[in-house]
Protein backbone atom coordinates (compact mmCIF):
# COMPACT_ATOMS: atom_id res chain seq x y z
CA UNK A 1 0.00 0.00 0.00
CA UNK A 2 3.16 2.20 0.17
CA UNK A 3 3.58 2.28 -3.50
CA UNK A 4 -0.17 3.69 -3.76
CA UNK A 5 0.24 6.31 -1.07
CA UNK A 6 3.35 7.76 -2.96
CA UNK A 7 1.28 7.86 -6.25
CA UNK A 8 -1.37 9.49 -4.81
CA UNK A 9 0.91 12.16 -3.21
CA UNK A 10 2.56 13.03 -5.93
CA UNK A 11 -0.68 13.44 -7.85
CA UNK A 12 -1.61 16.07 -5.38
CA UNK A 13 1.50 17.69 -5.33
CA UNK A 14 1.60 18.32 -9.03
CA UNK A 15 -1.75 18.30 -10.39
CA UNK A 16 -1.22 14.74 -12.42
CA UNK A 17 -2.98 11.97 -12.63
CA UNK A 18 -0.78 8.68 -12.71
CA UNK A 19 -2.03 4.90 -13.06
CA UNK A 20 0.87 2.48 -12.17
CA UNK A 21 0.58 -0.95 -13.55
CA UNK A 22 2.48 -1.91 -10.50
CA UNK A 23 -0.29 -1.99 -7.88
CA UNK A 24 -1.56 -4.93 -6.59
CA UNK A 25 -4.95 -6.64 -8.35
CA UNK A 26 -7.21 -5.95 -5.66
CA UNK A 27 -6.59 -2.27 -5.59
CA UNK A 28 -6.19 -2.01 -9.24
CA UNK A 29 -10.29 -3.26 -9.22
CA UNK A 30 -11.23 -1.43 -6.26
CA UNK A 31 -10.21 1.66 -7.44
CA UNK A 32 -12.25 1.61 -10.41
CA UNK A 33 -14.43 2.96 -7.71
CA UNK A 34 -12.37 5.79 -6.00
CA UNK A 35 -11.82 9.06 -7.36
CA UNK A 36 -10.21 9.81 -4.08
CA UNK A 37 -7.42 7.68 -4.56
CA UNK A 38 -6.25 9.10 -7.89
CA UNK A 39 -6.94 12.95 -6.87
CA UNK A 40 -10.81 12.08 -8.23
CA UNK A 41 -13.03 8.75 -7.92
CA UNK A 42 -57.68 -1.26 -24.67
CA UNK A 43 -59.12 -1.73 -23.61
CA UNK A 44 -61.45 -4.47 -25.85
CA UNK A 45 -62.79 -2.99 -28.70
CA UNK A 46 -66.71 -2.72 -29.34
CA UNK A 47 -66.28 -6.06 -31.35
CA UNK A 48 -69.53 -7.12 -29.34
CA UNK A 49 -71.05 -3.79 -29.80
CA UNK A 50 -74.82 -5.01 -29.79
CA UNK A 51 -76.85 -2.13 -30.66
CA UNK A 52 -80.17 -2.93 -30.86
CA UNK A 53 -81.50 0.36 -32.98
CA UNK A 54 -85.30 0.82 -33.65
CA UNK A 55 -86.10 1.93 -36.87
CA UNK A 56 -88.92 3.92 -37.93
CA UNK A 57 -90.37 1.75 -40.22
CA UNK A 58 -90.22 -0.80 -37.14
CA UNK A 59 -92.25 1.50 -35.26
CA UNK A 60 -94.78 2.34 -37.30
CA UNK A 61 -95.33 -1.54 -38.28
CA UNK A 62 -95.19 -2.35 -34.49
CA UNK A 63 -97.87 0.41 -34.06
CA UNK A 64 -100.01 -1.19 -36.52
CA UNK A 65 -100.28 -4.80 -35.02
CA UNK A 66 -101.44 -3.31 -32.02
CA UNK A 67 -103.98 -0.91 -33.06
CA UNK A 68 -105.30 -3.88 -35.18
CA UNK A 69 -104.83 -6.31 -31.73
CA UNK A 70 -106.61 -3.99 -29.48
CA UNK A 71 -109.35 -3.66 -32.27
CA UNK A 72 -109.86 -6.98 -31.96
CA UNK A 73 -110.06 -7.58 -28.28
CA UNK A 74 -112.28 -4.66 -28.39
CA UNK A 75 -114.70 -6.04 -30.49
CA UNK A 76 -114.43 -9.77 -28.44
CA UNK A 77 -114.49 -8.34 -25.04
CA UNK A 78 -116.39 -4.95 -25.55
CA UNK A 79 -115.16 -1.09 -25.46
CA UNK A 80 -114.15 -1.66 -21.66
CA UNK A 81 -111.37 -3.82 -23.13
CA UNK A 82 -110.30 -1.75 -25.90
CA UNK A 83 -108.46 0.88 -23.62
CA UNK A 84 -106.40 -1.64 -21.67
CA UNK A 85 -105.11 -3.36 -24.40
CA UNK A 86 -103.90 0.11 -25.76
CA UNK A 87 -102.47 0.43 -22.31
CA UNK A 88 -101.10 -2.19 -22.03
CA UNK A 89 -99.35 -2.05 -25.62
CA UNK A 90 -98.08 1.41 -25.27
CA UNK A 91 -96.40 0.12 -22.08
CA UNK A 92 -94.81 -3.18 -23.68
CA UNK A 93 -93.39 -0.96 -27.01
CA UNK A 94 -91.66 1.70 -24.17
CA UNK A 95 -90.25 -0.81 -22.37
CA UNK A 96 -88.95 -2.55 -26.05
CA UNK A 97 -87.15 1.13 -26.42
CA UNK A 98 -85.91 1.52 -23.09
CA UNK A 99 -84.65 -2.05 -22.79
CA UNK A 100 -83.14 -1.54 -26.26
CA UNK A 101 -81.68 2.12 -24.82
CA UNK A 102 -80.17 0.64 -22.21
CA UNK A 103 -78.21 -2.37 -23.31
CA UNK A 104 -77.04 0.23 -25.87
CA UNK A 105 -75.59 2.43 -23.42
CA UNK A 106 -74.36 -0.31 -21.36
CA UNK A 107 -72.42 -1.76 -24.46
CA UNK A 108 -71.29 1.88 -24.57
CA UNK A 109 -69.82 2.13 -21.12
CA UNK A 110 -68.79 -1.29 -21.42
CA UNK A 111 -66.14 -1.18 -24.88
CA UNK A 112 -65.66 2.51 -24.82
CA UNK A 113 -63.21 1.77 -28.15
CA UNK A 114 -64.84 1.50 -31.92
CA UNK A 115 -64.30 -1.06 -33.97
CA UNK A 116 -60.44 -1.38 -34.59
CA UNK A 117 -59.70 1.59 -32.24
CA UNK A 118 -56.74 3.20 -31.53
CA UNK A 119 -55.72 4.44 -28.06
CA UNK A 120 -53.42 7.14 -27.56
CA UNK A 121 -52.31 8.20 -23.41
CA UNK A 122 -49.92 10.82 -22.62
CA UNK A 123 -49.03 12.31 -19.30
CA UNK A 124 -46.74 13.63 -16.49
CA UNK A 125 -45.93 11.81 -13.74
CA UNK A 126 -42.50 11.55 -10.85
CA UNK A 127 -40.24 8.80 -10.62
CA UNK A 128 -38.03 7.35 -8.20
CA UNK A 129 -34.40 5.49 -9.65
CA UNK A 130 -31.68 3.64 -8.28
CA UNK A 131 -28.78 2.10 -9.73
CA UNK A 132 -25.75 0.23 -7.74
CA UNK A 133 -22.47 -0.26 -9.61
CA UNK A 134 -20.40 -3.26 -7.74
CA UNK A 135 -16.57 -4.36 -8.14
CA UNK A 136 -15.56 -7.94 -6.81
CA UNK A 137 -12.33 -9.38 -5.84
CA UNK A 138 -10.76 -13.06 -7.01
CA UNK A 139 -12.87 -14.60 -4.40
CA UNK A 140 -16.29 -13.50 -5.47
CA UNK A 141 -16.73 -10.52 -2.31
CA UNK A 142 -18.11 -7.09 -2.87
CA UNK A 143 -15.25 -4.27 -2.03
CA UNK A 144 -16.55 -1.65 -3.57
CA UNK A 145 -20.21 -0.43 -4.28
CA UNK A 146 -21.61 3.02 -6.11
CA UNK A 147 -25.21 3.72 -5.17
CA UNK A 148 -26.70 6.35 -7.96
CA UNK A 149 -30.34 7.73 -6.68
CA UNK A 150 -32.58 10.03 -8.27
CA UNK A 151 -36.04 11.59 -7.80
CA UNK A 152 -37.64 13.17 -11.03
CA UNK A 153 -40.32 14.30 -12.87
CA UNK A 154 -41.32 12.18 -16.19
CA UNK A 155 -43.36 12.32 -19.32
CA UNK A 156 -45.05 9.21 -19.99
CA UNK A 157 -46.94 8.23 -23.53
CA UNK A 158 -48.54 5.40 -25.10
CA UNK A 159 -50.44 3.91 -28.20
CA UNK A 160 -52.04 0.62 -28.19
CA UNK A 161 -54.33 -0.63 -31.74
CA UNK A 162 -56.28 -3.52 -32.84
CA UNK A 163 -54.83 -4.35 -36.11
CA UNK A 164 -57.01 -7.80 -37.10
CA UNK A 165 -59.05 -9.48 -35.03
CA UNK A 166 -58.40 -8.79 -31.47
CA UNK A 167 -55.04 -8.77 -32.23
CA UNK A 168 -53.33 -5.81 -30.92
CA UNK A 169 -49.75 -3.63 -31.17
CA UNK A 170 -49.05 -1.49 -28.28
CA UNK A 171 -45.84 1.05 -27.90
CA UNK A 172 -45.09 2.79 -24.47
CA UNK A 173 -42.52 5.26 -23.61
CA UNK A 174 -41.39 7.14 -20.59
CA UNK A 175 -38.89 9.46 -20.82
CA UNK A 176 -36.79 11.11 -16.57
CA UNK A 177 -34.96 14.78 -16.87
CA UNK A 178 -33.56 16.90 -14.30
CA UNK A 179 -34.69 16.20 -10.73
CA UNK A 180 -32.75 15.49 -7.67
CA UNK A 181 -29.81 12.96 -7.66
CA UNK A 182 -27.23 11.49 -5.08
CA UNK A 183 -24.01 9.30 -5.34
CA UNK A 184 -22.29 7.72 -2.83
CA UNK A 185 -19.26 5.59 -2.78
CA UNK A 186 -18.20 2.92 -0.49
CA UNK A 187 -14.53 0.64 -0.65
CA UNK A 188 -13.49 -1.89 1.60
CA UNK A 189 -9.84 -2.36 1.30
CA UNK A 190 -7.03 -4.36 3.39
CA UNK A 191 -5.94 -3.76 5.75
CA UNK A 192 -7.61 -0.60 7.08
CA UNK A 193 -11.72 -2.25 6.32
CA UNK A 194 -12.12 -4.46 9.59
CA UNK A 195 -14.37 -6.91 7.41
CA UNK A 196 -16.53 -6.89 4.63
CA UNK A 197 -19.73 -5.95 6.64
CA UNK A 198 -22.05 -2.74 5.14
CA UNK A 199 -20.45 -0.42 7.81
CA UNK A 200 -17.21 -1.89 8.12
CA UNK A 201 -16.19 0.20 4.91
CA UNK A 202 -12.62 1.77 4.52
CA UNK A 203 -13.43 4.57 2.37
CA UNK A 204 -16.33 6.48 1.28
CA UNK A 205 -17.55 9.57 -1.18
CA UNK A 206 -20.22 11.35 -1.03
CA UNK A 207 -21.73 13.71 -4.11
CA UNK A 208 -24.51 15.89 -3.39
CA UNK A 209 -23.78 17.47 -7.06
CA UNK A 210 -24.93 14.56 -9.35
CA UNK A 211 -27.48 15.30 -12.30
CA UNK A 212 -29.33 12.18 -14.16
CA UNK A 213 -28.34 13.01 -17.57
CA UNK A 214 -31.62 10.67 -19.00
CA UNK A 215 -34.00 8.32 -18.29
CA UNK A 216 -35.76 6.16 -21.17
CA UNK A 217 -37.84 3.45 -20.51
CA UNK A 218 -39.72 2.15 -23.81
CA UNK A 219 -41.39 -1.05 -24.67
CA UNK A 220 -43.27 -2.53 -27.70
CA UNK A 221 -45.45 -5.55 -28.12
CA UNK A 222 -48.00 -7.60 -29.96
CA UNK A 223 -50.69 -10.20 -28.58
CA UNK A 224 -54.08 -10.79 -28.37
CA UNK A 225 -57.15 -10.27 -26.54
CA UNK A 226 -59.03 -13.31 -24.58
CA UNK A 227 -62.56 -11.92 -23.24
CA UNK A 228 -63.53 -13.48 -19.89
CA UNK A 229 -67.20 -11.92 -19.46
CA UNK A 230 -69.16 -8.80 -20.82
CA UNK A 231 -66.75 -6.37 -18.84
CA UNK A 232 -63.07 -8.11 -18.18
CA UNK A 233 -60.86 -9.02 -21.22
CA UNK A 234 -57.00 -9.93 -20.52
CA UNK A 235 -54.32 -9.48 -22.87
CA UNK A 236 -51.49 -12.29 -23.65
CA UNK A 237 -48.52 -10.45 -25.26
CA UNK A 238 -44.26 -10.50 -25.59
CA UNK A 239 -42.10 -8.10 -26.83
CA UNK A 240 -39.03 -6.06 -26.47
CA UNK A 241 -38.21 -3.68 -24.00
CA UNK A 242 -35.33 -1.03 -23.66
CA UNK A 243 -34.23 0.91 -20.21
CA UNK A 244 -31.11 3.50 -20.37
CA UNK A 245 -29.81 5.65 -17.09
CA UNK A 246 -27.12 7.81 -17.05
CA UNK A 247 -25.84 9.79 -14.16
CA UNK A 248 -22.79 12.04 -13.48
CA UNK A 249 -21.66 13.06 -10.42
CA UNK A 250 -19.46 16.52 -9.52
CA UNK A 251 -17.26 17.76 -6.82
CA UNK A 252 -18.12 16.37 -3.23
CA UNK A 253 -15.95 15.04 -0.33
CA UNK A 254 -14.30 11.82 0.63
CA UNK A 255 -12.95 10.34 3.81
CA UNK A 256 -10.10 7.85 3.00
CA UNK A 257 -7.86 5.82 4.93
CA UNK A 258 -4.66 6.43 4.39
CA UNK A 259 -2.41 6.05 7.24
CA UNK A 260 -5.06 4.65 9.43
CA UNK A 261 -8.70 3.69 9.56
CA UNK A 262 -10.78 6.86 8.00
CA UNK A 263 -7.65 9.07 9.05
CA UNK A 264 -8.04 11.46 5.75
CA UNK A 265 -11.08 13.89 4.79
CA UNK A 266 -10.68 15.56 1.54
CA UNK A 267 -12.83 18.11 -0.65
CA UNK A 268 -13.12 18.01 -4.63
CA UNK A 269 -13.34 21.13 -6.05
CA UNK A 270 -17.33 22.59 -6.65
CA UNK A 271 -18.27 21.57 -10.38
CA UNK A 272 -15.08 19.25 -10.82
CA UNK A 273 -16.60 16.17 -13.18
CA UNK A 274 -15.61 13.28 -11.03
CA UNK A 275 -17.81 9.99 -12.44
CA UNK A 276 -20.10 9.33 -15.10
CA UNK A 277 -21.61 5.90 -14.98
CA UNK A 278 -24.61 4.41 -17.83
CA UNK A 279 -26.77 1.74 -17.81
CA UNK A 280 -28.09 -0.15 -20.74
CA UNK A 281 -30.73 -2.84 -20.47
CA UNK A 282 -32.23 -4.20 -23.74
CA UNK A 283 -34.33 -7.31 -23.44
CA UNK A 284 -37.11 -9.49 -24.03
CA UNK A 285 -40.90 -9.89 -22.60
CA UNK A 286 -43.80 -11.91 -22.17
CA UNK A 287 -46.81 -10.36 -20.29
CA UNK A 288 -50.51 -10.22 -19.83
CA UNK A 289 -52.99 -7.24 -18.76
CA UNK A 290 -56.06 -7.63 -17.33
CA UNK A 291 -58.89 -5.09 -18.44
CA UNK A 292 -61.91 -4.46 -16.12
CA UNK A 293 -64.94 -1.97 -16.61
CA UNK A 294 -67.21 -0.58 -14.18
CA UNK A 295 -69.52 2.05 -15.07
CA UNK A 296 -67.55 5.21 -15.89
CA UNK A 297 -64.51 3.34 -14.40
CA UNK A 298 -61.70 0.84 -16.01
CA UNK A 299 -59.42 -0.54 -14.06
CA UNK A 300 -56.51 -2.47 -15.49
CA UNK A 301 -53.35 -4.75 -13.81
CA UNK A 302 -49.85 -5.75 -16.32
CA UNK A 303 -47.27 -8.09 -15.36
CA UNK A 304 -44.68 -9.22 -17.48
CA UNK A 305 -41.06 -10.77 -17.08
CA UNK A 306 -37.88 -11.43 -19.22
CA UNK A 307 -34.28 -11.38 -19.26
CA UNK A 308 -32.27 -8.78 -20.98
CA UNK A 309 -30.13 -9.34 -23.98
CA UNK A 310 -26.48 -8.04 -24.22
CA UNK A 311 -26.86 -5.86 -20.95
CA UNK A 312 -23.91 -3.31 -20.08
CA UNK A 313 -22.77 -0.18 -18.13
CA UNK A 314 -19.85 1.88 -19.12
CA UNK A 315 -18.06 4.35 -16.35
CA UNK A 316 -15.99 6.51 -16.76
CA UNK A 317 -13.58 8.14 -14.57
CA UNK A 318 -12.95 11.69 -15.92
CA UNK A 319 -10.00 12.47 -13.92
CA UNK A 320 -8.03 9.54 -14.11
CA UNK A 321 -8.86 9.09 -17.90
CA UNK A 322 -9.88 6.01 -17.23
CA UNK A 323 -13.18 3.80 -18.82
CA UNK A 324 -14.68 0.65 -17.32
CA UNK A 325 -17.08 -1.01 -19.99
CA UNK A 326 -18.95 -4.18 -18.10
CA UNK A 327 -20.64 -7.12 -20.32
CA UNK A 328 -23.71 -8.89 -18.80
CA UNK A 329 -24.53 -12.03 -20.45
CA UNK A 330 -28.47 -12.22 -18.70
CA UNK A 331 -29.90 -10.22 -16.85
CA UNK A 332 -33.35 -10.80 -15.29
CA UNK A 333 -35.97 -8.30 -14.94
CA UNK A 334 -40.09 -8.06 -13.78
CA UNK A 335 -42.42 -4.99 -15.21
CA UNK A 336 -45.51 -4.32 -12.64
CA UNK A 337 -48.30 -1.77 -13.22
CA UNK A 338 -52.05 -0.64 -12.37
CA UNK A 339 -54.10 2.37 -13.76
CA UNK A 340 -57.21 3.66 -13.35
CA UNK A 341 -59.41 5.41 -16.13
CA UNK A 342 -62.26 7.51 -15.68
CA UNK A 343 -64.27 7.85 -18.85
CA UNK A 344 -65.04 11.76 -19.43
CA UNK A 345 -67.01 10.99 -22.83
CA UNK A 346 -67.45 8.23 -25.26
CA UNK A 347 -63.54 9.28 -26.46
CA UNK A 348 -61.94 10.54 -23.53
CA UNK A 349 -60.67 9.62 -20.13
CA UNK A 350 -58.31 10.70 -17.04
CA UNK A 351 -55.53 8.49 -15.71
CA UNK A 352 -53.92 7.62 -12.61
CA UNK A 353 -51.24 4.90 -13.28
CA UNK A 354 -48.39 3.15 -11.01
CA UNK A 355 -45.64 0.89 -12.38
CA UNK A 356 -42.38 -0.81 -11.03
CA UNK A 357 -39.43 -1.96 -12.97
CA UNK A 358 -37.07 -4.40 -11.54
CA UNK A 359 -33.28 -5.49 -12.82
CA UNK A 360 -32.08 -7.92 -10.90
CA UNK A 361 -28.27 -8.30 -9.54
CA UNK A 362 -25.83 -10.05 -11.91
CA UNK A 363 -22.34 -10.09 -12.10
CA UNK A 364 -19.98 -9.34 -15.35
CA UNK A 365 -16.93 -8.91 -17.55
CA UNK A 366 -14.98 -5.72 -17.39
CA UNK A 367 -12.29 -3.87 -19.32
CA UNK A 368 -10.36 -1.11 -18.82
CA UNK A 369 -9.46 0.78 -21.44
CA UNK A 370 -7.37 4.73 -21.13
CA UNK A 371 -9.60 7.20 -22.36
CA UNK A 372 -6.80 9.27 -23.93
CA UNK A 373 -5.38 6.65 -26.27
CA UNK A 374 -7.99 3.98 -26.68
CA UNK A 375 -5.35 1.28 -25.31
CA UNK A 376 -6.94 -1.49 -23.06
CA UNK A 377 -5.08 -1.21 -19.94
CA UNK A 378 -6.63 -4.62 -18.00
CA UNK A 379 -9.42 -6.91 -18.33
CA UNK A 380 -10.80 -8.78 -15.58
CA UNK A 381 -13.85 -11.70 -15.08
CA UNK A 382 -16.66 -11.84 -13.12
CA UNK A 383 -15.53 -8.55 -11.03
CA UNK A 384 -18.33 -6.13 -11.69
CA UNK A 385 -22.22 -6.28 -11.03
CA UNK A 386 -25.24 -3.98 -11.88
CA UNK A 387 -28.74 -3.96 -10.49
CA UNK A 388 -31.39 -0.92 -10.97
CA UNK A 389 -35.14 -0.35 -10.15
CA UNK A 390 -37.69 2.66 -11.11
CA UNK A 391 -40.71 2.99 -9.56
CA UNK A 392 -43.12 5.48 -11.51
CA UNK A 393 -46.54 7.47 -10.98
CA UNK A 394 -48.34 9.35 -13.33
CA UNK A 395 -51.49 11.00 -14.43
CA UNK A 396 -52.66 12.33 -17.78
CA UNK A 397 -55.18 11.69 -20.40
CA UNK A 398 -56.44 8.59 -23.09
CA UNK A 399 -58.17 9.36 -26.40
CA UNK A 400 -59.75 6.93 -28.76
CA UNK A 401 -59.94 7.39 -32.42
Known amino acids: MATRRRIFAHSTANGLVVFNEQYSHQVCRASR ?106 MGNRISKLIWETDAPVLTTGLKAEVWNNWTISANAVFGFSGNSHMEDYDWIAPYAPSLAEGDWSHQSIHPDTELDRYINLDIAAGRDFLINDATTINLHGGFKYSNVK ?25 EHVISYEQRYPGLFLGAEATSKFDNWTLSGLLRGGFTVDASDVDHHWLRSLRFEDDFDIVPFISV ?10 RASLFLAGNFDKYFREKGDTTLDDIATGAQVAAFEDSVGMDFYAVTLSAGFKLTF
Request: charged share 20%.
Open 33 to 138: SRARLFSYKTEPDATLNRRRATSPEAVRSLSATVARSSSWRGTVYGGWFVNRCTSFAIFAFGAFCATSTVATAADQTIYAAPDKGVVFVGGVGYTWLKGNELVYDE
Open 247 to 271: WSAFGGSFTYSENGFRDTVINFADG
Open 337 to 346: GARADYQMTE
